[in-house]
């Protein structure tokens, strides 16, 4: 039976709305009210019994200025 698994997103624990979901369609399910998970990497780890998934802002580049 796999472990019960528990999503990390901004630092809130979230329950599982589904188990029959992946990972990624909980993923595009969030990035619905938390848009900044549209580009996110994730991060697996089994601990204490649960299967823990976070969700981790990635550091872009978007409007960044550059000079001549």
Known sequence: QPLPRVFIADNQEIED?????SIEDVR???ADYMPELHNCAVHEEDKDGKHYVSFIKRVGT???YESA
């Open 62 to 64: 978007k409007g960044k």
């Open 28 to 30: 595009r399910m969030l």
């Open 17 to 21: 709305p589904d188990p029959a979901l």
